[in-house]
């Protein structure tokens, strides 16, 4: 009997499995993450149309919150775009009528600048947020000064201005590498 050949046997067979499980994975993966697109995607709009509903008490909390769901709308645009569509493209070879997968040079590096842009947002309104709920909680009589939908909206529009400058380093870092 040729011990080799049971070692080929074993390796074709150990080959298969990982084949089938990178497979099986690959779709998980693309599955997992249409349903978070459209969940997530349901939910900031949602979000948005609830809290700037003139029903709801128009406060400061309200700005954030808007300015977050906008944002993480965007996020999950940029998320579908660059993984969901690539995977589409180079994991099931399906061609799509409109080339946004095979980013040129400007097109990639537009694309990281504004996820980084995005995420530098979001956290930024988190923080703003906090120190908010802060002021509120312990400056109780500087509340109606500081914390009102106008400030809010201003404090919304400095982060938002700083987290499309602050960021530039990532446009000009990335690049596309064949």
Request: hydrophobic share 50%; aromatic share 12%.
């Amino acid at each position: 009997m040729d011990p080799t050949a049971h070692v080929t046997s074993q390796q074709s067979t150990t080959d298969r499995f990982g084949a089938k499980l990178r497979d099986a994975c690959m779709i998980f993966r693309f599955y997992s993450s249409i349903v978070l697109v459209i969940v997530g995607m349901i939910g900031s709009l949602l979000s948005i149309k609830v809290f700037s509903s003139t029903k709801i008490r128009r406060n400061s909390s309200n700005e954030y919150l808007i300015t977050m769901s906008f944002i993480v709308a965007l996020l999950l645009f940029n998320f579908f775009c660059d993984e969901v569509l690539r995977s589409i493209v180079h994991d099931f070879n399906i061609d799509l009528p409109l080339n946004l997968i095979d980013l040129s040079g400007p097109l990639c590096k537009c694309s990281t600048y504004f996820r980084h842009t995005l995420r530098f947002a979001a956290h930024w309104i988190v923080v703003a947020f906090t120190l908010e709920r802060l002021i509120v909680v312990y400056f109780p009589l500087q509340t109606s000064v500081l914390c009102n939908p106008r400030s809010a909206r201003r404090i919304c529009l400095v982060i938002l201005v700083l987290s499309f400058l602050l960021p530039f380093y990532s446009f000009i870092m990335s690049d596309v590498i064949e």
